[in-house]
């Protein structure tokens, strides 16, 4: 029996009891902006950010402490996880600048929007600010500075001159200042978890990044796995994210036992994108070289729905980070 079944469970269990949340706390939120129409991408919100901070991240935190969320905790992450695709359309679609952005941010109420977008943006803040204790707000603003900071040097991305080294220098800040800002609900005096936060969101960005790979070309979005030429670049650089996780947790003050949790949990993320690059390389084997520019959607597209894949994630998410009970 693979040993990541147990830690399975326990996934699958936090996201039940998140979309519970969601549905009884974060969906009454959401109605009135969905009368507007097409705000923002609700499956996104809904089905990923919201339920995957909370019931992937906050868990997987709350395993590394020996404590569940509290309400608060995890009302903070769940709003704070529903934000995240509405910034990224109001940098990449709405086009707004730093300072419109910071300004949303600092005001945070429905005065201060001009859209639908902006208001939900504003709605959104003010519901996941209410929830922070004094050491949160204490660090909301620097970590706040580092995310619209990663935002705006997204838009790099859409440039050809843009360098593969600083494309995913990019995507590395991106993500890791995303889940230091998930992480801030969190945090306390004796541990930030800043460090783990970064470590973990800079590897998730760079899976996220096979996962899209379509997407991001038919988008003109470049990044370091679009600008790759070999699956095998693709690997070093997963590789090396997640070896960061590993060193970063090993340097956590929590027990044995807490870190061993905490890293079997987080394994069933970080192993899909190890699924993903084994299917990436036997196509790159038996059709033509890793090209993101040149394949057809069906060789960039990897489903992880079948048995198979799955099966292949839960041999991997038993050994992905070194553990030691």
């Given at each position: ?55 992937a991240i906050g868990e997987a935190f709350a395993l590394l402490r020996s404590a569940p969320l509290t309400e608060q905790e995890r ?95 990019i995507s590395l800040k991106k993500g890791g200042h995303a889940f230091a800002l998930y992480a801030l609900p969190l945090r306390t ?77 987080i394994n069933l993320v970080l192993a899909r994108g190890l699924v993903c690059l084994d299917v990436l390389d036997r196509r790159a ?41």
């Amino acid at each position: 029996m693979p040993l990541a079944l147990r830690p399975l469970r326990h996934l699958l269990a936090a996201l039940r009891v998140q979309r519970r949340w969601n549905q009884e706390h974060l969906e009454p939120v959401l109605q009135p902006y969905r009368r507007q129409g097409d705000v923002v991408d609700w499956q996104k919100i809904t089905g990923y950010y919201a339920l995957a901070v909370p019931a992937a991240i906050g868990e997987a935190f709350a395993l590394l402490r020996s404590a569940p969320l509290t309400e608060q905790e995890r009302a903070a992450m769940a709003f704070l996880g529903a934000l995240s695709p509405v910034l990224d359309d109001l940098y990449d679609r709405q086009h707004l600048t730093t300072e419109a952005i910071e300004t949303l941010v600092h005001h945070h109420h429905a005065a201060s929007a001009t859209t639908p977008a902006e208001a939900l943006f504003c709605e959104l803040a003010s519901q996941a600010l209410q929830q922070f204790g004094p050491v949160a707000r204490a660090g909301f603003d620097a970590v706040k500075r580092q995310v619209l900071g990663a935002q705006a040097e997204s838009r790099k991305q859409q440039l050809v001159e843009t360098l593969r080294e600083d494309l995913l220098d990019i995507s590395l800040k991106k993500g890791g200042h995303a889940f230091a800002l998930y992480a801030l609900p969190l945090r306390t005096a004796k541990d930030p978890h800043t460090p783990l936060a970064y470590a973990l969101g800079a590897a998730m960005q760079v899976e996220n990044d096979l996962f899209d790979l379509w997407k991001d070309r038919q988008e003109g979005v470049r990044t370091a796995c679009t600008e790759a030429t070999a699956v095998h670049q693709l690997r070093t650089m997963y590789a090396e994210a997640c070896e960061q996780v590993a060193r970063t947790l090993a340097e956590h003050p929590a027990g044995p036992r807490q870190k061993a949790a905490f890293a079997y949990h987080i394994n069933l993320v970080l192993a899909r994108g190890l699924v993903c690059l084994d299917v990436l390389d036997r196509r790159a084997r038996n059709h033509s070289p890793f090209n993101a520019h040149a394949w057809p959607r069906e060789s960039l597209v990897v489903d992880l729905d079948t048995a198979a894949a799955k099966w292949r994630t839960l041999r991997y998410a038993s050994r992905q980070l070194p553990v030691h009970p």
